[in-house]
């Protein structure tokens, strides 16, 4: 029998604000446990949470980008379940009246558009850690986290592959950090997925029995995830069994999934508006404003890159993977006029030398500015494409600008007629067996002629003109 994969995502993303959502403690990563907390965030008797503005403004600011239905008014709710990271005893999240509601994303698979539906967004605090030790039978809780803003961003189960899940994942994930509103670091867990799974016979309308899976660090991982789980329930199937509503953590090691517990439903929270914080009234002006503060989206941005620069769209995708990289070769090419060539330059020698060093673009040693002037002085003649090699490699290391290390090692490029006349002419009477054979029709020696040409200048010889030169001398008898 064939089967349809049904899947829905759950994505939750810890927002940049200094401060936790009802509290002022630090959301900053790898402090020392227990060291950012108070009274507030770890739910002494008596206290009163206080929202932060900023969450609010930031959950907006996705609900629009992700063309969902901003609601005017929206409550927090308590959700009730007991964990010992969870010192309050419930979270406070939101149930049926989130933030925002009903919008999509478009994802590309193998060249065509899928459009996948986002049924809410909505804010909630983030619980604390757990941390097990290997050593004996003790478990260690971190309450730093206890408190952190997030928001949780709930798919239609529209998607129907992990190669899809894949792709909706990035496509969240680019828009967040283009927001700048998520760093969407999945190793420190602020950004990460939920997956509920489940497959059908091909053309049946109802669902299958779903499961939850857990504990994906990764886009690797959460495909992976996948991809198992759907062989797993198709296993259960035709042996006859049923799929088991439950939660089941991923273990990369194996590479399987395993049960972890059953799987709740809404009404095990019971759910029931928060007594301490009043509702959300968001109006059509606040909506406005931070809608005018949008940046051009990732997509947008791709699309104008190759229609306005006239690149292709795969160097489009590359150079729009951040928007600190989409603004570095966007001020190259305003500083030099050469679309392609600052493409090559960005996409070659610049992302090669960050990534080998683990570098982001903010971290360039090598500014917008340096590569467009070394550029242009490629243009003009005065080094060639081989030696911008070396002078780069020199920019990276040292932050110098092209034209004091061309003036540093005397790099300028070799145009003088005469002096390439004598080089060529040197590398001839050299290899009289080579220029014989070449004369005689062994056309390819040419690239050796002019290899040996380029060796004998040090490279500094305009390679145009050796070819020109080289070529007159060598057709005269």
């Not at 990271?85 to 590309?108: M, N, T």
């Not at 604390?128 to 206890?146: I, Q, W």
């Not at 002078?391 to 290391?397: D, L, S």
């Not at 040292?398 to 290390?405: D, L, Q, R, T, V």
Request: aromatic share 8%; hydrophobic share 35%; net charge negative.
């Amino acid at each position: 029998m064939e089967y349809e994969t049904v899947i829905g995502l759950e994505v939750h993303a810890q927002l940049l604000t200094d401060s936790k959502i009802f509290c002022g403690c630090s959301t900053k990563f790898g402090a020392t446990p227990n060291s950012h907390t108070c009274q507030i965030c770890l739910g002494m008797p008596g206290v009163l949470p206080v929202l932060n503005r900023k969450v609010v403004e930031f959950t907006i600011k996705m609900g629009l980008a992700t063309h969902c239905r901003i609601n005017p008014e929206d409550v927090f709710a308590r959700k009730n379940y007991f964990y010992p990271d969870l010192p309050k005893g419930y979270q406070i999240s939101q149930f049926d009246r989130p933030l925002a509601e009903d919008g999509w994303v478009d994802v590309e698979i193998d060249g065509n558009k899928k459009r996948i539906g986002i049924i809410r967004i909505h804010m909630e605090e983030d619980a604390g850690k757990l941390v097990h030790d290997e050593a004996g039978p003790f478990s260690y809780v971190d309450f730093n986290r206890t408190g952190v803003p997030l928001i949780e961003i709930v798919s239609r189960p529209d998607i129907r592959s992990p190669e899809e899940a894949s792709a909706y994942l990035r496509r969240l994930h680019e828009i967040l950090v283009y927001l700048e509103i998520c760093d969407g670091n999945m190793e420190e867990g602020s950004f990460r997925c939920d997956a509920n799974v489940s497959i059908r016979p091909e053309g049946a309308d109802e669902f299958g029995t779903r499961t939850e899976l857990k504990n994906m660090n990764s886009f690797r991982n959460v495909q992976r995830a996948l991809e198992y789980e759907v062989k797993r329930q198709q296993y259960v199937i035709e042996g006859g069994g049923k799929v088991i509503q439950e939660t089941r953590l991923w273990d990369d090691a194996q590479g399987t999934t395993h049960s972890m517990r059953g799987k709740e439903e809404a009404h095990d929270y019971r759910y029931f508006p928060d007594p301490d914080l009043v509702p959300v009234a968001i109006d059509e002006a606040w909506i406005e404003q931070i809608r005018a503060t949008l940046p051009e989206l990732p997509v947008e941005k791709r699309e104008r890159f190759a229609r306005e620069y006239g690149i292709p769209p795969y160097d489009a995708g590359v150079l729009t993977t951040t928007r600190a990289l989409a603004e570095f070769y966007e001020e190259t090419v305003r500083l030099t006029g050469k679309p392609k060539i600052a493409s090559n330059w960005v996409m070659g020698d610049v992302l090669r030398y960050l990534n080998e060093e683990k570098r982001d673009i903010q971290d360039s040693p090598v500014t917008p500015s340096a590569l467009a002037g070394m550029i242009n002085l490629i243009e003009k003649g005065t080094i060639s494409g081989k030696i911008a090699k070396e002078v780069f490699e020199e920019m990276y290391r040292s932050g110098k600008g092209p034209e004091e290390i061309i003036r540093e090692k005397g790099l300028v490029q070799i145009t003088d007629e005469d002096a390439l006349k004598k080089a060529i002419e040197q590398v001839l009477a050299a290899n009289p067996a080579e220029v014989e054979q070449y004369r005689a029709g062994k056309q390819k020696l040419f690239g050796f002629f002019v290899g040996q040409v380029m060796k004998a200048t040090g490279g500094k010889a305009n390679p145009a003109l050796v070819n020109e030169l080289l070529k007159k001398t060598l057709s005269s008898p």
